[in-house]
């Protein structure tokens, strides 16, 4: 996958950091992890989406929202009119963090250091591909963007806010929206993300 180049860190000469995504160590979410996902998309993309961490397939095949909650997310940006290879998809921590369920591997919510550490390679991104908006695609996401481990979601759904040189778009994560058992209430919250990528999209012209 793509890497983004970095320093090495002269701060912790006991603890070099790695130049490779793949290789980082700032965390230990790695030694359970096939592999690091990076973003990916169009270079200097207006819109940025992130999620919060990769999922089953994004770990086994080494790219963003490519299992279900990636079709889902396909389905509600082409219901916005929202051309995915034209937006940078990643996500706000890189590995996958999981506990075994059987022969499944279930995902786990990353710990809020876990976040804080993998932050340093949103940054790097948000520095190369300099989006106008990002979308935050739930509240771990939310929390990486604002770089605020106390933000909620349901405060930052109604309108965009301004961060930095972005403006930040709130909305559910398309696996929260998988998993609302109630089919009108499912409805609803993908109407949500739907409406949020529009938004996004319109923020851009
Ligand atoms: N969920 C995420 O947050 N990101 C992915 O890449 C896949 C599922």
Redesign the pocket.
Known sequence: GATIPIAADEAQPQRQQPHKLDECRRCDLWQHATQA?PGEGAKHARIMLV?????DQ?DLQGH??V?P??TLLDKALEQAGVDRAKVYVT?AVKHFKWEPRGKRRLHKTPAQKEVAACHYWLEAELAKVQPDVVVA?GSTALKSVLEDGRARLKDFMEAPVRHGNVLVVATY?P?FILRVPEQEAREQAMEALVHALRTAHELTL
Do not use: K, W, Y
Request: hydrophobic letters at 30%; glycine letters at 24%; aromatic letters at 6%.
């Open positions: 996902v999620g919060e961490q990769p999922g994004e963003p929202f299992g909650a990636g996500n695609l994560h696996a």
